[in-house]
């Protein structure tokens, strides 16, 4: 059974930093890139970096140069390290992989907050 596991979300003040995590089992970590999306309250999801097989990344223009993804393959962990963080990043973030289409996602987490106060 595929797990995906976030944590590492809570209440930040803006321009704090945050570490999120994805623990992941059930399939085989290292040859599927990776994704992390966002879900703001009341808006829909948002693609925020997609982290490829070998740790090449990509992010969305509203959080380049404030967001790192990597992976780490040998214990099957995404991670995304969140700096310089805005009350706009508040959201709730997934890990997710296997696009099928637009932001629906094969497998996604149940997601961990982020707040970022002013």
């Known amino acids: 059974e595929v797990q995906l596991v976030e944590s590492g979300g809570g209440l930040v003040h803006a321009g704090g930093s945050l570490r999120l995590s994805c623990t992941t089992s059930g399939f085989t970590f290292s040859i599927y890139p990776m994704s992390w999306v966002r879900q703001a309250p009341g808006k829909g999801l948002e693609w925020v970096s997609d982290i490829n097989i070998d740790g090449g990344a990509s992010y969305t223009d509203l959080v380049k140069g404030r967001f790192t993804g990597f992976r780490d393959n040998a214990t099957n962990t995404l991670y995304l390290q969140m700096d310089s963080l805005r009350p706009e990043d508040t959201a709730v973030y997934y890990c997710?992989?296997?696009?099928?289409?637009?932001?629906?996602?094969?497998?996604r987490g149940q997601g961990t907050q982020v707040t970022v106060s002013s």
């Open positions: 997710a992989f296997l696009r099928r289409y637009g932001m629906v996602y094969e497998y």
